[in-house]
């Protein structure tokens, strides 16, 4: 997890945190205390000229957006514009766009905003694509968040969670970096997803343990978040092998966001499911987002029919991560009779 600086002035703070957020540029309150040359400089340092926003590359299209928008503002008040904000503005302008960009996740309680310094926060290297390489999990979900935000205010001391289908990675280092669990396991099985789960499990990490080069191998990353032990292990539920359970030990929770849009992987994924259950896992938390209804439905026949129990959780709002919310999203706690 990294450490984002605020600005010395809380009311450029908001600016500061949409701006990481990537909030899209026409919803940004710009403030009137822009108008300052000093304003704008400071501003500028803790975003587009910040050491961590050049030393990882993120959305330079964003940055245009957000500086052309900025300029706007100024030139609506009639204020003078400091030259940083032009040369900040020509170098992002001559800049080359890329296929993969970090992207930063600032968590902190929303509504204590001004009474912050500094926010932790998590970069994960993403797809600039929905879809890339035959996957959609090379970029954050929205029901990863939820399942983010829901888990951080859920007592989850001494728990070891394993994660199937963790993508990118969001869910897993927000709860190893913020909730006292003991153990977190992501696991996910496409190639190119788990090579960028483990760059940014790797990134994010307060120590390396074990740096496995081979991506054949099911146990190919593990380190610490704090006090808290991750792994990163392929796990493919189409081929699960026999004594599974037992090579990944005790585990006390299965966390799952966004994986019950494809029809075809519902029983792999119930399969999963119910055998860890069956080896003393407590529950499966699973978010989604109702983005066909048909779909859902089908998912909770499916599990009904595998004597599963089904309790729907209660719906969260965004408190540490800014997602948005989208129509419909649920949070299901799955248990064997």
Known sequence: MFILELGSTKQINSVIIDFFRKKHVK????????????????????TVNSKLVLECHIDISYQRRFL??????????????????????GRLY??????????????????????????NTIILKES??????????????????????????TSLENKTILELGSGVGLAGLAVSSLTPCNKYIFTDC?????????YNVKHNCDEILVDEKNPEEDMIFSGSVKDCKVEVRKL?????????????????????????????????LINTIRMFLENGTKAAIIAFVERNEETVRVFREKLATMDLKIKDLEIVEPNYLSWKT???????????H
């Open 190 to 198: 496409h190639s190119d997803v788990l090579s960028l789960l483990k």
């Open 27 to 46: 919803d940004i309150v710009w403030k009137e205390e822009l108008e300052s040359l000093e304003v704008q400089k400071e501003l500028l340092a803790k």
């Open 94 to 119: 001559s800049g080359k766009e890329e296929k993969y960009y970090h992207v930063f996740y600032p968590i902190f309680e929303i509504d204590k905003l001004d009474s912050l310094t500094e926010v």
């Open 128 to 153: 600039i694509n929905i879809i890339s390489n035959g996957t959609t999990g090379l970029i954050t979900w929205q029901a990863s968040q939820a399942l983010a935000d829901w888990a951080i205010k």
């Open 236 to 268: 493919d539920w189409e081929w699960l092998r026999e004594g599974i359970c037992n090579e990944i030990g005790p585990v006390d929770l299965i966390f799952a966001a966004d994986v019950i849009y494809d029809e075809f992987l519902h029983l792999p």
């Open 68 to 89: 052309k928008c900025l300029m706007h503002y100024l030139d609506t008040i009639n204020a003078t514009i400091d030259e940083t904000l032009y040369k900040a503005f």
């Open 326 to 336: 989208p129509p419909i999203i649920h949070i299901i706690e799955v248990t064997i």
